[in-house]
């Protein structure tokens, strides 16, 4: 029973420690145990002195093997930490989400580009202005119904009126006031009015104003700088046209027509079957307004122009309602 013992004990402990994985190694100390077990029910018939020595030397082999099995079971642990460790800098970085610039930053960066080619340089102003800059400077008469037309958010102040500009006009009027002519600017913002909003109403939405004033600067440049915009900015041929119209701060006024981009005149569903999208407002400087920022209306004079922004990024882009701009939805903004 001894030799028994003995041969069981070296078995355990060379298959215990040449066991290849946890698996095996869990499964050659059950085997193992096993055996050394069944010796105990073997037991019977010897003497209680016989039983006693064997019993001791049993529960010896037991230990020895269990502490092998642990030992063993301890480095493949200790080996599995050790892979997990591994830094494998051959596998591709994980890629970190960044964000873009909004879709009428992006455009507006387009056309900033575009105009800088032609001499423009571009200027910002406030957002809160104050009613002589945003109406009576632009030659707006105090109860003209125009100023209704641009009704907006008054903000209340001691001094001055102040309200939400309703326009970039006024950009037009500081610039003037603090610089000397000629000048060549655009001026892209935020502009805002007490509009009930829907698919082409919103109360804020973007404009781009332009200015050019020189000795000799006439309808004619206007239609050039503003033809050669149109076709940079839409990538081909296009037409263009002007309408009569009023603007306290321009004489003559003028609505421009752009020939539509979409269906290059023939009339389609984009341009009500006109083959015409009205683009912008323009005209050529008030004398009014020269005078009133510091400048002698009779040695300089030019062209002023007012995009609708967003609308123009919508014509680009076919978009349906101007809302999407603003309510922050990925769906939307990743597609730009
Ligand atoms: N400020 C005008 C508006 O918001 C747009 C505009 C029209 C701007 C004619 C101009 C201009 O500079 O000459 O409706």
Redesign the pocket.
């Known amino acids: 029973m001894n030799k028994k013992l003995e041969s069981i004990k070296e078995k355990a402990l060379q298959e215990i420690n040449s066991s290849k994985d946890e698996n095996s190694l869990n499964e050659n100390y059950r085997k193992n145990f096993k055996e050394l077990s069944s010796v105990f029910s073997q037991m019977g018939d010897l003497s209680s002195e016989e039983k006693k020595a064997i019993g001791v030397k049993a529960n010896e082999i037991k230990q020895l093997v269990t502490r092998a099995f642990e030992e063993k079971k301890e480095t493949f642990v200790k080996e599995k930490k050790d892979n997990s460790s591994f830094f494998d800098i051959t596998i591709p970085g994980k890629k970190t989400k960044i964000g873009h610039l909004h879709p009428i930053t992006q455009a507006i960066n387009e056309a900033e580009n575009i105009f800088r080619g032609m001499g423009f340089s571009l200027v910002e102003g406030p957002e809160l202005e104050d009613e002589w800059h945003n109406f009576d400077a632009l030659n707006f008469p105090a109860d003209h119904p125009a100023r209704e ?2 009704d907006t958010f008054f903000v209340k102040s001691k001094n001055k009126k102040l309200l939400m500009r ?4 006024p950009v ?1 009027i500081r610039y003037m006031k603090t610089h000397k002519p000629p000048y060549r600017i655009i001026v892209p913002g935020r ?1 805002f009015r007490n509009e009930a909003t829907d698919a082409s109403h919103e109360v804020n939405f973007y ?1 781009i ?3 050019m004033i020189d000795k000799e600067i006439s309808v004619a440049n206007f239609k050039a700088v503003i033809e050669e915009f149109c076709r940079a900015f839409f990538g081909q041929d296009v037409k263009i046209r002007l309408r009569p119209s009023f ?1 306290p ?2 004489e003559p ?1 003028f609505e421009v027509d752009m020939s539509c981009s979409e269906c290059k005149g023939k009339g389609c569903s984009l341009c009500s079957q006109t083959g015409w999208l009205e683009i ?4 050529m ?1 008030h004398p009014n307004v020269l005078e009133n920022s510091g400048v002698d209306s009779k040695k300089w004079q030019g ?4 995009f ?1 922004w967003d609308r123009w990024i919508m014509l680009k882009y076919k978009i349906n309602d101007v809302r999407l701009f603003y309510n922050g939805d990925l769906r939307f903004l990743n597609q730009f």
């Open positions: 037309m641009q309703t326009h970039t006009s037009q502009v404009q104003e332009g200015l603007f701060f321009t006024s912008l407002g323009a005209g400087v062209f002023a122009f007012g609708g």
